[in-house]
T-cell receptor
Framework: DTGVSQDPRHKITKRGQNVTFRCDPISEHNRLYWYRQTLGQGPEFLTYFQNEAQLEKSRLLSDRFSAERPKGSFSTLEIQRTEQGDSAMYLC????????FGAGSRLTVL | QQQVKQSPQSLIVQKGGISIINCAYENTAFDYFPWYQQFPGKGPALLIAIRPDVSEKKEGRFTISFNKSAKQFSLHIMDSQPGDSATYFCAAEGAGSYQLTFGKGTKLSVIP
């Protein structure tokens, strides 16, 4: 148990559908990151929250992607109008001083 | 533009040997250099990290060597074990930024 839970672990969807992923860090995790990882690549930064404030967002992030962290607890990452290129593992990382990754949510877009 | 270049892409080492993975970076604003270990189906896990004010950091069998002038850093795994077989990623973060930039990874196989 890494202390960071992600749900669902695997999502299969058709192109054009919207999907939402959830990340639950433990309560002391004021810092929260979302990354995307494709096969054979390192994680790619998407966005960063400190408590409920979204402080940084990748310039590479399409406007189809949006993330929220209401009340500075759990976070959601929504992808609208999914494309086949969105197929990847979506990783959440949370922590205060030491950061921990969750196991990820794998998205397959058909 | 890839800001952190990692090599080799894959590495096979015999049990008890030394595994060496190298990374080079371009952005001189980077000031934090972690290494991560990732097993299949799991998220990456932080192994060890270094800041540029030191040239070497050791934790157990894992050592980071850092060469600021060459803009290179490397991970050494001493006495490599089959349980070390995983994908290793180097990364870098710049001062004033929250973005970690990862290398493409090295798949390490330690054979008995």
């Amino acid at each position: 148990d890494t202390g960071v839970s992600q749900d669902p672990r695997h999502k299969i969807t058709k192109r054009g559908q919207n999907v939402t992923f959830r990340c639950d860090p433990i309560s002391e995790h004021n810092r929260l990151y979302w990354y995307r990882q494709t096969l054979g690549q390192g994680p790619e930064f998407l966005t960063y929250f400190q408590n409920e404030a979204q402080l940084e967002k990748s310039r590479l992030l399409s406007d189809r992607f949006s993330a929220e962290r209401p009340k500075g607890s759990f976070s959601t990452l929504e992808i609208q109008r999914t494309e086949q290129g969105d197929s990847a593992m979506y990783l959440c990382e949370g922590g205060a001083n030491v950061l921990t990754f969750g196991a990820g949510s794998r998205l397959t877009v058909l | 533009q890839q800001q952190v270049k990692q090599s080799p892409q894959s590495l096979i080492v015999q049990k008890g040997g030394i595994s060496i993975i190298n990374c080079a970076y371009e952005n001189t604003a980077f000031d934090y250099f972690p290494w991560y270990q990732q097993f299949p189906g799991k998220g990456p896990a932080l192994l060890i990290a270094i800041r540029p004010d030191v040239s070497e950091k050791k934790e157990g069998r894992f050592t980071i060597s850092f060469n600021k002038s060459a803009k290179q850093f490397s991970l050494h795994i001493m006495d490599s074990q089959p349980g070390d077989s995983a994908t290793y990623f180097c990364a870098a973060e710049g001062a004033g930024s929250y973005q970690l930039t990862f290398g493409k990874g090295t798949k390490l196989s330690v054979i008995p």
